[in-house]
């Protein structure tokens, strides 16, 4: 079965830093991975998408790697901002392939 | 293009009573997903159409809450009655075909804030 685990919880930075957020995931036998954001009462929106062949994926100051082997993936974002601040959420298919499956997510806040 | 459109944004209802949400899909998208967000958690997939027929509604409770996607393309969510733990977010998501399998991203629509009181 697979389980969607993403560390920190909660994260708090000051405006610049580059930070990194983790997703870990039990069944490495994915065909891909989905980062998206959520801002407060908000619905989703995808950040990037790595197809299993891939290693990374980049749009603008944001970089996802995936190491299928180890069941995990980040999601590295650069010169960090206060409209960054957001919950963060990587997904990935369950085992067998067709429905997807959320982690708690990330909560970033970045402070001006 | 347009996105996934979900309405109403908010509703507040007493528990026992019935709510219906509304989802019309990207143009063209085949797949269409209902996820439950509970605060502080990661959205939970209640029911999956492909097309107009169910692919997975094994998360769905089945009990108070049923779903139709007529003619394929809008759909529907209904609690009757409806409990406090339903409390929720509940979001809407269409992709041209099924994630996972395909590698098709999911789009997301903003969402219907529940409140059962």
């Known amino acids: 079965k697979q389980e969607v685990t993403q560390i920190p919880a909660a994260l708090s930075v000051p405006e610049g830093e580059n930070l990194v957020l983790n997703c870990s995931f039990t069944?490495?036998?994915?065909?891909?991975l989905q980062w998206f954001r959520q801002d407060p009462g908000k619905g989703l929106t995808s950040l990037l998408l790595i197809q299993s062949s891939q290693r990374e994926q980049t749009s603008g100051r944001l970089n996802a790697s995936l190491d299928k082997s180890s069941g995990r993936s980040t999601l590295y974002i650069a010169a960090s901002q206060p409209g960054d601040s957001a919950t963060y959420l990587c997904?990935?298919?369950?085992?067998?392939?067709?429905?997807?499956?959320f982690g708690a997510g990330t909560r970033l806040f970045v402070k001006a | 293009e347009a996105g996934v459109a979900q309405s109403p944004r908010y509703k507040i209802i007493e528990k026992r009573q019935s709510v219906a949400f509304w989802c019309n899909p990207i143009?063209?998208?085949?797949?269409l997903y209902w996820y439950q967000q509970i605060l502080g958690q990661g959205p939970k997939l209640l029911i999956q159409f492909q097309n107009n027929g169910v692919v997975d509604d094994s998360q769905l409770p089945k009990d108070r809450f049923s779903a139709e996607r007529l003619k394929g393309v809008d759909s529907t969510l209904k609690i009757q009655p409806a409990k406090l733990e339903d409390s929720a977010v509940y979001l809407c998501?269409?992709?041209?075909?099924?994630?996972?399998?395909?590698?098709?991203?999911?789009?997301f629509g903003q969402g219907t804030r529940l409140t059962v009181v």
């Open positions: 069944d490495s036998a994915i065909y891909n």
């Open positions: 997904a990935v298919p369950n085992t067998g392939g067709f429905k997807t499956i």
């Open positions: 998501a269409s992709s041209l075909a099924r994630t996972g399998g395909t590698g098709t991203e999911a789009f």
């Open positions: 143009s063209g998208h085949a797949t």
